[in-house]
């Protein structure tokens, strides 16, 4: 939620740079922000002693990540892999240990940085004795808004979010969704440049994250800039233009979801008509999986490039070939490889969970 007063001025944001080609080093922490940036971390390093132990663990290490303007981030990761860290960092609420980061071409350390953000934290706090519109003409006030003005945007947004009928309601009496949906509309009053959200989908039902999806979708179309955290791949599969995925503090993959899914193996889906027997020569193993069901078998072929050979071998056994269907991994799939390969690659340090 809005830390200062917002600068309602419209800025048209400036064009993108080309991509860096692979291999090319970070620029240095002295350097000045990359102005086709909203969000720009280098080297961004969060460590946490513990006051009893005094051992030092790290819930982020050398994050050097940046968002585009305009575009909608999808930040991934399991519980504990430094999603709220980095959030806490980039939004005031923590010191980073090392490195730099920059909101809007600001240092995130300077309060003007958060002059134009919206921010939804995993939990946010409210003042449950307030009713929905009272709440959001306080974040109104807070963010520089005039009474008039701030009441106007209270009833457009109460409105905007679904809860355009319970205005009267005392916060006391919402649901978990119910707040989540007001905590958005707070968190967009003050007509943010970018927006920064932890969870924004976290308690609601179908309907509900829907509306979020399109509320954000809404918000690229206006240029807005988005960055958010989720455990719900599906959606972030839907409405991201790129992914970032973060284990153990450490980032491990950025790029579109085409991009990332492409990596992984691509596999081909066979449909037949029949459960004839049909054994597959040693050369295929692990090539071929079978899936019977009912009066239709299904072949997995991990490998496209031996479909053809798996075909003949289906057809010459009697089989009847119904589909033949080309399956790209999905985005979960993806995450719990990467999940996977730095589980066996992680050493016995401790991490802390945040």
């Not at 399991?78 to 709220?84: E, L, R, S, V």
């Not at 809007?104 to 929905?132: H, I, T």
């Not at 947004?157 to 969704?177: A, F």
């Not at 972030?236 to 973060?246: N, P, S, Y």
Request: charged share 25%.
């Amino acid at each position: 939620m809005p830390a200062a007063p917002p600068d309602l001025r419209a800025v048209p944001p400036p064009p993108l740079a080309a991509p860096a080609p692979a291999g090319t080093p970070a620029p240095a922490l002295e350097a000045p922000p990359d102005s086709g940036l909203a969000v720009e971390t280098r080297a961004l390093t969060k460590s946490y002693r513990n006051p009893w132990t005094l051992r030092t663990t790290r819930g982020v290490t050398d994050l050097t990540l940046g968002v585009r303007r305009g575009e909608v981030l999808g930040y991934l990761g399991p519980n504990g892999a430094g999603k709220t860290t980095t959030i806490k960092v980039l939004t005031g609420l923590h010191k980073a240990t090392s490195g730099a980061a920059w909101l809007l071409g600001e240092r995130v350390e300077l309060p003007r940085a958060r002059r134009r953000l919206g921010f939804l934290p995993e939990q946010p706090y409210f003042y449950d004795y307030l009713n929905g519109i009272e709440y959001l003409e306080f974040v109104g006030r807070l963010s520089g808004l005039g009474a008039h003005e701030a009441t106007t945007r209270a009833r457009h947004w109460m409105g905007r979010v679904g809860l355009g009928d319970r205005t009267g309601l005392m916060l006391r009496k919402y649901s978990k969704g119910m707040l989540q949906r007001i905590g958005l509309a707070a968190t967009l009053l003050h007509d943010p440049e970018l927006l920064i959200l932890d969870e924004p989908m976290s308690g609601l039902d179908p309907f509900g994250r829907r509306d979020v999806r399109e509320l954000i979708l809404e918000q690229r179309e206006r240029g807005l800039t988005v960055m958010f955290s989720s455990h719900i791949l599906p959606d972030v599969e839907m409405i991201c233009d790129r992914v970032a995925i973060v284990l153990d503090g450490r980032l491990q993959r950025v790029g579109t979801v085409g991009e990332l899914v492409s990596e992984g193996q691509q596999r081909v889906e066979v449909r037949c008509t029949g459960n004839a027997l049909v054994e597959m020569p040693p050369a295929l193993a692990g090539v071929v999986e079978r899936l019977d069901g009912g009066h239709e078998s299904r072949f997995l072929v991990s490998d496209d490039a031996r479909l053809g050979e798996v075909l003949t071998r289906l057809i010459d056994a009697g089989f009847t070939v119904r589909a033949v269907t080309p399956q790209r991994p999905t985005l979960e799939e993806l995450f719990m490889a990467t999940a996977e390969k730095v589980a066996r690659e992680r050493p016995g340090t401790e991490r802390r969970t945040a």
